[in-house]
């Protein structure tokens, strides 16, 4: 089994990457009876023994004795990172793996991707290569960050970029703030009192509490025995068609929060049926009117594969998929459900509707681009360029297209291609 | 008589356990509806030719599992050694870490090369222990990545180094609306390379199976569990020693033997529990049928039904066709059964249905890219594009 490794950036990558560590926590906790540290919790945790100064703690087998994260903070003010520190899951992290700075990035991703970058990037790649040092079997990353700040945005790109030219193996995973979809190192520039707070009338925790659990269900097939398992890089695999088309949309069935201990158990079928919904969508889309180019179904809990077959018959035809990819599902079956619920279900989908919500995000940037406002905050941080700007809204309209070329396919009729003929 | 059984891949580990678990209970059940002595001549032979020598009384299968992640393994052998009848060698797995993420050139191109000596070691071994070795079994599915792509890496392997023993693979046929999304990709390559390699291949269809457990076996919520048990049943009334009066140890029938009078490669089974056999034989022409039968009765049984030319392809008489191989023995729990292992056009449309949608994703080159990194060309897909469509005219033209 391989170890996954979770790099939270700024506060909202921060704040979540607390939730999902406390979420994990309980739910090894609740999985393993006999508190022995065997491979499932080896996917995120190390054992260390505490009493040994210096880094020869680890223990490999045997009874836990400390469990840490596999875990790097990054923030570039110390707030969050501090808070956690004094928190309840002080004791989770390794104080050597975090980096923190003082001024924070001033929600300006030229500070964050420029000067702290290059302030912090030998710290950074120290910090990665010590995490993976600690791995038996090191398969991800996971990084956490919001797209809307300075650091999250900004550092977080900066560090995907350091990892992309060294670990070409390592499959990377980003989950970008309270959207739910991977990232590739361009952001954009989006005011911070954008989407973000109009979208959600919770506070902030439950939202967390969310995207912690989609990142446990991810894995879950991964760490946990089922009847037809998936791993991390089974995910890449069938959900990424064409290396540029690499967003994924999320949904999670029952969405709960941590206080939402006794909600009734629903149908299972209603669970399938739900997962399909706009309102479970993590991400403000409808897949179910746009264009699917694949989608996977990682269950979780006392479901068999009749049920699942069932829910895939019933529900395929009121979806569209691309015609040459008229059956693409992926499927997975974990034996081992969420605390306190007796299934659940994380679809995963490669679908043209995010083709919306970065028009949105084109639209308000091109808005504020024409009259040049704030443009001057970024242009004057170092090694920023106007050309930054127009190759992110170009790459932005390039992807774009492709989701359109991809749309207007939609309501054609599927036609089988002529075959190879064979001379008898 | 002994066969050595590869288990690749979860699938392939996890219908491989219920296998030697439904062999090995069948061996042991009562009596059998027949004399004493027919029955320890036909446990003897199914030890022989399935398990090794006891350690403490406990037989240990002939087997060797193989898989690119340690979690099926670790529960298979923990659940043979928890029925306390049998269990597998200590030695006999081989496991890494990192699976091989559904992809038929990672299982093939990478791990394939990266584990060959320790793979083919730990199979040496087994193949050593055996005293009169017949051949190999190979279980393994096409949808994923290291039964798929390392199985065929590994069958290829034993051409080479045991180009004289038999090799039968049986292969899992996957859900046609999708277990995996590059499933179609992964089968015709495993199909095209087995072609070459293999001797047999034995299909099973999740989808037919699927149905027997709902339409004839009445189960509400199938499991894989379920489906792979009826795999195993079908398989062990295959491969459980059949009496043949021809030779002075009456259970020596070589059970892979089966393929020897028929070639291209490839057999369908539909299964049959009862005596009651189907009648209608989908009028789909075959090149040779074996139907074995066990049981009370079987002397007498008409399989005259089975001679019929109509069934067979023009060039082809059903007496070299035909076989039919009687055993008095009962399998399991059942007073009589009967299984049809048949080579015939069965196979062409789910063949065809596979090979054309496979066409249609590489016609917009959707995934290739997922291949091509690890040494899978676009001219490798071609090539079993065109090795497929062989197999289908080859067989329409039956």
């Known amino acids: ?424 | 008589m002994s066969i050595v059984t590869v288990q690749l891949g979860q699938c392939g580990n996890q219908i491989g356990f219920e296998v030697f678990d439904a062999l090995l209970s069948d061996s042991h059940s009562s009596q059998g509806l027949c004399s004493m002595r027919e029955n320890e001549a036909y446990q003897a032979s199914c030890k022989e030719r399935f398990f090794s020598e006891e350690e403490n009384g406990v037989p240990i299968a002939r087997a060797v599992l193989v898989d690119m992640e340690p979690k099926v393994i670790n529960q298979t052998l923990s659940k043979a050694a928890q029925s306390g009848q049998w269990k597998y060698g200590q030695h006999a797995c081989f496991c890494q870490k990192q699976g091989s993420g559904n992809n038929w050139a990672y299982g093939y191109s990478v791990h394939g090369p990266r584990h060959e000596e320790s793979i083919m070691n730990i199979i040496r071994k087994e193949v050593e222990k055996c005293d009169s070795f017949s051949g190999f079994f190979i279980i393994m599915s096409m949808a994923g990545g290291t039964g798929s792509g390392l199985g065929a890496f590994v069958t290829q392997n034993l051409e080479d180094q045991y180009s004289n023993s038999l090799k039968m693979n049986q292969i899992i046929w996957p859900y046609g609306t999708g277990e995996v999304i590059v499933q179609n990709y992964n089968s015709i390559l495993t199909l095209s390379h087995l072609y070459r390699s293999s001797d047999a291949l034995l299909l099973h269809e999740n989808d037919a199976i699927h149905k027997i457990c709902a339409k004839l076996m009445n189960i509400k919520q199938i499991s894989f569990s379920d489906i792979n048990q009826v795999l195993a049943h079908q398989l062990g009334s295959v491969f459980q020693p059949t009496y043949s009066a021809e030779s002075s140890f009456h259970y020596r029938r070589n059970p892979l033997g089966i393929d020897r009078h028929v070639w291209p490669p490839l057999s369908g089974l539909p299964p049959l529990s009862k005596m009651s056999l189907n009648k209608d034989l989908h009028f789909n022409t075959s090149i040779a049928n074996l139907v074995i039968l066990r049981g009370k009765d079987v002397q007498s049984a008409d399989v005259e039904g089975f001679k019929d030319p109509a069934l067979y392809t023009s060039w082809l008489k059903p007496v070299n066709a035909f076989n039919v191989w009687k055993t008095q023995r009962a399998f399991s729990k059942y007073e009589k059964s009967a299984v049809l292992v048949s080579n015939s056009q069965f196979l062409v449309k789910p063949l065809d249905m596979i090979v054309g949608k496979a066409w249609n994703m590489f016609a917009s080159k959707a995934y290739i890219h997922q291949y091509t990194k690890f040494g899978i060309e676009e001219e490798d897909f071609l090539d079993s594009f065109t090795s497929l469509e062989q197999v289908v005219a080859s067989y329409c033209n039956l």
């Open chain 1, 1 to 424: 089994m391989t170890q996954s490794v979770v790099v939270q950036v700024g506060q909202c990558g921060n704040q979540i990457g607390c939730c999902f560590w406390d979420l994990a926590l309980r739910e090894h906790a609740a999985v393993n009876q006999k508190g022995i540290y065997d491979e499932a919790i080896s996917s995120f945790f190390r054992n260390v023994d505490t009493r040994v100064v210096g880094d020869g703690g680890s223990i490999s087998k045997g009874k836990i004795c400390s469990l840490k994260a596999r875990a790097v903070l990054i923030d570039m003010e110390e707030g969050v990172v501090n808070e956690i520190l004094q928190g309840p899951l002080r004791d989770v992290f390794d104080t050597k793996q975090l980096i923190t700075d003082i001024s924070g990035s001033g929600n300006n991703w030229a500070v964050g991707h420029k000067v702290f970058g290059s302030l912090y990037q030998d710290q950074i790649l120290e910090k990665f290569r010590k995490s993976a040092e600690h791995c038996d079997c090191l398969q991800c990353f996971f990084i956490i960050h919001s797209m809307g700040g300075g650091t999250g945005s900004g550092l977080g790109t900066f560090l995907l970029k350091s990892l992309f030219d060294i670990i070409s193996k390592i499959d990377l995973m980003v989950n970008s703030g309270k959207l739910g979809t991977t990232v590739k190192p361009k952001s954009l520039v989006t005011s911070s009192s954008g989407a973000l707070k109009k979208q959600h009338k919770k506070p902030f925790d439950a939202m967390n509490n969310i995207v912690a659990n989609l990142l446990l269900n991810l894995t879950s097939s991964a760490r946990f025995e089922g009847s037809l398992n998936m791993d991390l890089n089974e995910i890449s695999m069938n959900l990424v068609p064409f290396p540029q088309l690499h967003y994924l949309v999320s949904s999670l069935t029952p969405l709960y929060t941590l206080t939402d201990v006794n909600i009734p158990p629903r149908r299972l079928d209603q669970m399938f049926s739900d997962a399909f919904s706009k309102d479970h969508q993590l991400l403000r889309a409808d897949p179910k009117h746009s264009l699917y180019l694949a989608c996977a179904l990682m269950v979780r809990g006392n479901v068999q594969i009749s049920d699942l077959r069932r829910n895939i018959e019933r529900l395929k035809p009121s979806l569209q998929f691309v015609s040459w990819n008229q059956e693409g599902w992926k499927t997975s079956l974990c034996s081992v459900p969420p605390v306190g619920h007796s299934h659940s279900l994380l679809a995963l989908a490669n679908n043209t509707c995010v083709k919306p919500t970065f028009m949105e995000l084109k639209e308000r940037f091109m808005r504020l681009y024409k009259k040049k406002a704030h443009l001057h905050h970024y242009l004057q941080v170092e090694g920023m360029e106007e050309s930054c700007f127009t190759e992110a809204v170009s790459s932005l309209s390039a992807l774009i297209q492709e989701y359109d070329q991809l749309d207007a396919t939609k309501n054609m009729p599927v036609q089988d291609l002529p075959r190879l003929s064979i001379a008898m």
